[in-house]
């Protein structure tokens, strides 16, 4: 997981925001056989050796959690974004 303070969690039915100090860095979407995880950050400004995220609107990228997904590579991912707000 990500150890800091000032991290708050908000989940409705299907998604779940993850905020640091009321800024949004991660927001997934729940569906019954993916997870689409949302990151505040662009694609150019993330290591991903595989290649998995994807622009999402000027600012913003995506990428996809399958079954059997590699989760550690996930929260790897997850990790630059949180990172990110505080350099």
């Given at each position: 997981g990500i150890d800091g303070d000032g991290i708050n969690e908000e989940?409705?039915?299907?998604?779940?925001?993850?905020?640091?100090?009321e800024t949004q860095?991660?927001?997934?979407?729940?569906?019954?056989?993916?997870?689409r995880v949302y990151l505040s950050m662009k694609?150019?400004?993330?290591?991903?050796?595989?290649?998995?995220?994807?622009p999402w609107s000027t600012?913003?990228?995506?990428?996809?959690?399958?079954?059997?997904?590699?989760?550690?590579?996930a929260m790897f991912l997850v990790n630059q974004a949180y990172r990110s707000l505080n350099p």
């Open positions: 989940i409705t039915q299907s998604n779940i925001v993850d905020l640091h100090d860095f991660c927001y997934l979407v729940v569906d019954d056989s993916v997870v694609p150019g400004e993330m290591e991903d050796p595989m290649g998995l995220v994807r600012s913003d990228s995506w990428f996809t959690i399958i079954p059997g997904g590699d989760l550690d590579y």
